[in-house]
């Protein structure tokens, strides 16, 4: 659904084979394991024309038929797979912080499954429904570090509501919509809902969204106790795979320039603090 984030195409039919904020300090600051922190901005306001619930709703209902398809096509790995047993892992050390960015994540059902195909894809919808493919973790060959910093980006993508901000836009204006019957009590609403419910793994972010969520997954992996110079060779990994490739994708709705690298290159510095005290154990989540 993002970074990674195409449109999703059928999973293949071969078996397997085997805080509401963001670091903003100063440089002196900086070194330190306790970090000033700017709020990145409040959700807007125009979430509210999609209730929260409703897309977390159909989110898991996309989801738990895209695992169906791939579980029947045997491209659902089994939940002892090495490599879905690296990926909760990660997700185990990620979620305790995810509520600094969204409350309403402390309640949601996290998942997180591994599907067999050579897309270099992943992503976290809303409600804390995760995945990935196998393609970016073997084609990229994802340490742990950059496999936590994909993971973050996504989630961040899910904790600032950025499918939820987009869909809003889309029912504001009307665009492409057909509004009808009852779906869920909301009237209208709901049947704006479920039509949109379907377009969530196809969802194009702006490259403000893609930025903020560079931001906060990069704070969010280091405060699980991730490098966060990982996010840069992630970035690194991702040109040299769409040049070897003749391009990827995802590339063309993710900007991958020497722009995003450098971004993410400043701001670095910002969260080792943070990492280094999780690194430490002086560093836990709120509570």
């Known amino acids: 659904m993002c970074l990674l984030c195409t449109a999703l195409r059928p999973a293949p039919s071969a078996p397997w084979s085997a805080r509401r904020a963001f670091v903003l300090a100063s440089a002196a600051a900086a070194a330190a394991p306790a970090l000033a922190q700017v709020d990145v901005g409040p959700p807007s306001g125009m979430r509210a024309l999609v209730p929260a619930e409703a897309l977390e709703s159909a989110a898991t209902q996309q989801y738990s038929e895209l695992l169906a398809q791939a579980r029947a096509k045997r491209a659902l790995a089994p939940d002892n797979h090495p490599q879905l ?27 997180v499954n591994l599907i067999g195909s050579k897309q270099i894809n992943a992503f976290c919808m809303p409600g804390g429904k995760i995945a990935f493919f196998t393609g970016i973790l073997d084609q990229l060959r994802l340490t742990d570090d950059e496999a936590a910093m994909v993971m973050g980006h996504e989630m961040a993508h899910a904790l600032r509501e950025h499918a ?96 995003r690298i450098q971004t993410l290159e400043q701001n670095v510095p910002r969260v080792e603090g943070l990492y280094l005290g999780a690194r430490s154990g002086t560093l836990a989540p709120e509570r």
């Open 164 to 259: 939820r901000a987009q869909f809003a836009k889309t029912r504001a204006t009307s665009i492409g919509l057909s509004l009808g019957a009852q779906l869920l009590g909301l009237g209208e609403l709901g049947n704006t809902v479920a039509d949109l419910g379907t377009k969530l793994l196809a969802l194009k972010f702006s490259r403000a969204d893609e930025s903020e969520a560079d931001l906060v997954g990069l704070e969010l992996g280091a405060r699980a106790g991730y490098d966060p110079h990982a996010a840069v060779t992630l970035w690194q990994k991702m040109n040299q795979a769409a040049a070897g490739a003749g391009g990827l994708e995802f590339l063309s709705t993710h900007p991958s320039g020497p722009e």
């Open 85 to 111: 047993l690296r990926l909760r892992a990660i997700a185990r050390r990620l979620i305790p912080f995810a509520p600094q960015w969204n409350p309403r994540a402390a309640q949601w059902r996290w998942e």
